[in-house]
């Protein structure tokens, strides 16, 4: 079956410590997203990919940094720069229909759930 | 700036009411819009969508959403909740142009507890 998964499901760092989230899909979607869910404050987006080897900035990309190698990857990086990184993060893919505009809907992963200690 | 409301965080309402869920948004073009429902430590599956057309959409699992231009809302309602509705529902903006193109723009969470 088609879909996204996000690895590990749940992650411990401390502090200081670098820490990559995985994103695989098997959709073949042209653009990937990561968000991330903090508890009242809906889902706000990180970063975000339309195409392989291009990738923008969301509204929080402080302290994160991403690659787009391969269309069906798109992996997160927690750097020690992100001063509160106890959060729910989210991948999500979405299809481009040749020769129209991205649709906006969004298939997301189960979750990557990442506690500083 | 694109923006989404949703009004009430926590909702609680019997099993077999109806159910109202509001959102209203702040977008300066023809908007795509969105309802996403989530389960506890679980993703965001997609309960129903708006492009064009028909401002009543249906969705899943007997959900219904009206987009309503004039008053920038697009409200979510199901005429008999059960208990497995309890969930958080996020509402979601959306376009596919400019320099929006792509992304989403989501409300903060409608959480919804169901009593027996």
Known sequence: ?117 | AQSVTQPDIHITVSEGASLELRCNYSYGATPYLFWYVQSPGQGLQLLLKYFSGDTLVQGIKGFEAEFKRSQSSFNLRKPSVHWSDAAEYFCAVGADRGSTLGRLYFGRGTQLTVWP
């Open chain 1, 1 to 117: 079956d088609g879909g996204i998964t996000q690895s590990p499901k749940y992650l411990f760092r401390k502090e200081g410590q670098n820490v990559t989230l995985s994103c695989e899909q098997n959709l073949n979607h042209d653009a990937m997203y990561w968000y991330r869910q903090d508890p009242g404050q809906g889902l706000r987006l990180i970063y975000y990919s339309q195409i392989v080897n291009d990738f923008q900035k969301g509204d929080i990309a402080e302290g994160y940094s991403v690659s787009r190698e391969k269309k069906e990857s798109f992996p997160l990086t927690v750097t020690s720069a992100q001063k509160n990184p106890t959060a729910f993060y989210l991948c999500a893919s979405s299809i481009r229909p040749p020769g129209q505009g991205f649709t906006g809907e969004l298939f997301f992963g189960e979750g990557s759930r990442l506690t500083v200690l």
